[in-house]
């Protein structure tokens, strides 16, 4: 009696090489991030000190890098080593891992719809928290001022948020230069004086010229932005 086996259905070359080719794009991509990570991390002595981690007062984006790196990594890996050997259990963990993201992503936004007033309300505690920070780690520094450009906003709900900053809060005890004042990033340019620098920074001109207008600039351009609360929601 001739014994029967049995045969599963073939994975096309074309789907196998192409899901591969992705996740190995993807794989090294959250190397990348991940490597990022851990080199700032290095770069600020976490590495050494891991209990600073949570030193920090505000948000470290070195997490964002750590964090994201660490999924693509892991999703990339079982992804590319699961098409290539066709290994079920890793594709099955593969899908369950994509799903289970989806999953978190659609109930986040259903949450944040249904406690929209809570969210606001923490929102406003986060970037107050931060604003606090400003000045304790170079990261959130960068972080902050990219938020309040690419946004055009400032501070939490208006610019006197800014006041929780030691370096920026309006008492007589405060000995800083930049008392009463904010960030750069809150400030609009003026177009008048933008045109003014294209034209001096153009070749041939007077340098002396040119530098002083650049710190003209920073001190005739105070005009202040709406709370970044409102703008990000």
Known sequence: MSGKHYKGPEVSCCIKYFIFGFNVIFWFLGIAFLGIGLWAWNEKGVLSNISSITDLGGFDPVWLFVVVGGVMFILGFAGCIGALRENT?????????????FFLEL?????????????????YFFINNNIRAYRDDIDLQNLIDFTQEYWQCCGAFQADDWNLNI????????????????????????????????????PGKNRKLTNRLLSTQKVASPSLRNGCRKTLL
């Open 167 to 202: 370096y920026f809060n309006c008492t007589d005890s405060n000995a800083s230069r930049e008392r009463c004042g904010v960030p750069f990033s809150c400030c609009t340019k003026d177009p008048a004086m933008s045109l003014i620098l294209n034209v001096a920074m153009m």
């Open 107 to 123: 109930t986040a936004g259903v949450l944040a719809f249904v406690f929209k007033d809570w969210i606001k309300d923490q929102l």
């Open 89 to 101: 259990f890793l594709l099955k963990f593969f899908s369950v891992f994509l799903g289970i993201i």
